[in-house]
């Protein structure tokens, strides 16, 4: 069996994107590991030869790392096994009654809110898009995140359909 890790919890795009990738290749056995952030789930597959992790091409970790980055920083460690296209679960735009300044959202999204939202409000960056959601409900003005983590009450400024590029690298023995 081959674990291939990557970015939790079931909510996200990335579990989604992963159960995708081993229904596409059923002629092995996979078990999906869930990872609170990329850093985890990078940490955790580099400890293990053989096994994969799942990133999506727009990946932006906090540090601003992204994922070419990560792609030439484990060149010699990580071989391409996949590629492959998966779409997100919409994105969405949400406001509250809140003025807080914040604006809650995964690094991935800064784009987008740049182009929405004045300078006038502090990019709140989370590990994920669900994490960036709890964020906002705490106390938030805005939030970029998956439409299917939304209570039904929320207020939708915008709503965007992505398809992602998806890779699967397995981890080399040293």
Known sequence: MTRVHTLGPQTTDCYRAAQA??????????QIMLHSSFAAAIAAVTKYPGEQILLPTALQLADGTDWGALHYRYLERWQLVDVFSHPLDPLVLVQSQRQTGFIDLH????????????DQHELRFAASKWAAYQAYRND??????????????????????????WTVYQEQEE
């Open 21 to 30: 990738y081993v229904e596409r290749h059923p002629e092995h056995e996979y």
């Open 140 to 165: 938030g003005e805005f939030c970029i995140t998956n439409q299917a983590n939304l209570d039904p009450q929320e207020r939708i400024l915008n709503r965007w359909d992505v398809n992602m590029v």
């Open 107 to 118: 690094p991935a999204t800064a784009e987008l809110a740049r182009r929405l939202v004045d």
